[in-house]
């Protein structure tokens, strides 16, 4: 009899510490749920800034590529038909400078747009933009 009293000790200790261990293992998992949770929203917030990033990024490559290349193509073409015109020493000067810096303008509003199609804009070297 009295190895049945051990016996029922034994079994009731250890289905004590059997239901302690699940409620651990039950709050560890509503833990992990929790995290999940956090992360999920996490990641739809930085999903949804990136596509809001991404929408700034179109809207400024089709305002680069239609609205500054626009006036800088009209200003080189100006430049062109200028130089044919009879112009003094110092008119064919300042035309000239014109023209380099248009060109230079246009190129570097030419690698903007590129790099944000290719979607690996980083600031130009040697520009303080």
Known sequence: ?????ELEIKVKER???IEEKTQ????????IRGINENLESLVKERTSELERKNKA????AFINAHE???PVASILGLVHLMQKLKLS???KIYLEHLQQSAKKLDAVVGSITEAIERGDF??????DV
Request: avoid cysteine; hydrophobic fraction near 20%.
């Open 122 to 127: 980083t600031k130009p070297s040697g520009y």
């Open 24 to 31: 651990e293992i039950l709050a560890q998992a509503e833990e």
């Open 68 to 70: 500054l290349r626009g």
């Open 1 to 5: 009899m009295h190895d049945k009293r």
């Open 57 to 60: 990024l179109e809207e400024y």
């Open 15 to 17: 289905t004590d510490e």
């Open 89 to 91: 020493e110092d008119e």
